[in-house]
């Protein structure tokens, strides 16, 4: 897989967000299995609730343009003064967003906290016992 051009690209996706209120910055970076690679980065918003986490962003923008098959996804985030030196896991519904698309077996959410070390989890670590769409069969 390509962990490492995925995890430049969250890194670089990084760098579009904005967050005045927050100034904690997340960039994303997911991968279709049709090869290519849609970024996102967290877009905030003065009342607060409007607020679009990067990995959303990634996905909106891959679904809106007819993908709906994805293998994986890298996520980097911390504050916007310095370089990302954490871990920054995707919030609860980032990954409800995932379920609806992915097989949380196979779906690779890969957390890196430099340019080189990340680790790499399924979705089903990261929601285990997640509710998808064959819950409604
Ligand atoms: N944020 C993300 O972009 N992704 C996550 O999964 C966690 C949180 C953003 C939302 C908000 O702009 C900022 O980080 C602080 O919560």
Known sequence: ??????????????????????GFQVGAALLTKSGKIY????????????TN??????????VSEGEKEFEAIAIVGGKAESDISDYC??????RQVM?????????????ARSPEEWKVYTLRDLLPL???KSDLD
């Open 1 to 22: 897989m390509r962990e490492k051009e995925l995890v430049d690209a969250a890194i670089a996706a990084r760098k579009m967000a904005y967050t005045p209120y927050s």
């Open 39 to 50: 970024r996102g980065c967290n877009i905030e918003n003065a009342s607060l609730t409007p």
């Open 53 to 62: 986490c990067a990995e959303r962003t990634a996905f909106f923008k891959a």
């Open 89 to 94: 896991p995707p919030c609860g519904v980032c």
């Open 99 to 111: 379920m609806e698309f992915c097989d949380p077996d196979q779906f690779h959410v890969i957390l």
């Open 130 to 132: 997640g509710f998808g």
